[in-house]
């Protein structure tokens, strides 16, 4: 493949462009492309009518036929949308990735969301492969790419469940103020759509649009609370239910839930600062081994030959993997507290 990429370089910018400078065109050509036909698809997939959105976004109520997805409309990429997330689901895989798209914000199917990703590793995959012309140097990178796109999501994710923990006590505030203004519930979670920031507002407003497409709202909220995964909006929910079958003055309940949470997010955040330096020290002692790895690995493969070629090199390798993992685990015990 390389001498067929020289050659091909050598007929179209000259035998003075084949080197390490013609691979770096190469590469840039790739990312380019790649990017190129992205936005041309998002222009294409742009031009929907507003009556087809709106009647997929009802379909999933209204027991109609659900929007196939993006990718899905091209007839070569449905079939390995489908599969993708048949294997998911045949691996009990395909809710966590359904929940960590929904928790990121990303309205794409989790079919799609491995499409896409596979997709980008076998971009730079071929990229990797044009620079060093080197095929383990193209599988590490394109599994490189698949690991960081799935912490990336996760990242994402995360950061979204934690700043709707964050939110919280003033979400509730804003309710309890809300009933003792003398609005309903309905009216109280139509302000807190409005007023709260996001995805405080994204998910009330979610509750409500079920709420008047038919659900009730516990079932609603729950639902909420699940798909954000906050065991304190699950208490939350709890003591709505409660008050909705044997009476209370609710605005008093989620006042003092609020000030509750409010005092251990202040406790848990100086618990943070107080162990901050271990989970840094975490950070770098474990990213240090495989960072240099990679280094040596892109830069100068003849030094660590004598490692991935010997029955010893090997054996001390998975050793070292055992050694540490043991003390990040151990270290990450030392460091969490519980609040």
Do not use: C
């Not at 449905?78 to 990303?106: D, W």
């Not at 309710?175 to 003398?182: F, I, K």
């Not at 271990?278 to 830069?299: D, E, H, K, Q, Y």
């Not at 010893?312 to 460091?335: D, P």
Request: proline letters at 2%; zero cysteines; hydrophobic letters at 50%.
């Amino acid at each position: 493949m390389n001498a067929a990429l020289t050659a091909a370089m050598t007929l179209v910018l000259g035998a003075d462009a084949v080197g390490p400078a013609g691979r770096a065109f190469a590469l840039v050509a790739v990312v380019t492309g790649g990017a190129a036909i992205f936005m041309l698809v998002s222009v294409i997939l742009g031009t929907q009518s507003v009556e087809r959105n709106l009647e997929s976004r009802l379909s999933a109520y209204t027991g109609g036929v659900q929007d196939e997805g993006v990718l899905a409309k091209f007839r070569l990429l449905r079939r390995f949308v489908i599969r993708a997330e048949r294997l998911a689901e045949r691996r009990g895989v395909l809710g966590q990735i359904e929940n960590a798209l929904e928790q990121a914000n990303l309205a794409i199917r989790p079919g799609e969301a491995i499409a896409g990703v596979f997709a980008g590793a076998l971009v730079f995959g071929v990229a990797a492969l044009i620079v060093t012309a080197d095929p383990a140097a193209a599988l590490i990178v394109g599994t490189l790419t698949v690991a960081f796109t799935a912490a990336l999501i996760a990242a994402v994710a995360s950061q979204q469940r934690r700043r709707f923990e964050d939110q919280l006590p003033d979400t509730l505030n804003l309710l309890a103020t809300s009933l003792r203004a003398g609005y309903s519930m309905l009216q109280a979670l139509e302000a807190v759509s409005q007023e709260a920031p996001d995805p405080t507002a994204r998910e009330f407003r979610r509750v409500l649009n079920e709420i008047r497409l038919g659900r009730s709202a516990t079932e609603a909220l729950q639902d909420s609370a699940s798909r954000m995964e906050s065991l304190d909006f699950d208490w939350v929910v709890l003591a709505f239910t409660i008050q909705r079958e044997v009476g209370g003055n609710l605005a008093e309940v989620l006042q003092t839930t609020s000030e509750t949470m409010l005092h251990r997010g202040r406790l848990r955040r100086e618990m943070r600062a107080l162990t901050a330096e271990g989970r840094i020290s975490a950070v770098v002692l474990g990213a240090t081994p495989f960072v240099l790895f990679g280094f040596l690995f892109l830069g100068n493969r003849s030094y660590l030959d004598p490692m991935l070629e010997s029955r010893v090199g090997v054996i001390a390798i998975i050793l070292a993997l055992g050694l540490l993992g043991t003390g990040l685990v151990w270290l990450a015990r030392v460091i969490r507290i519980e609040v």
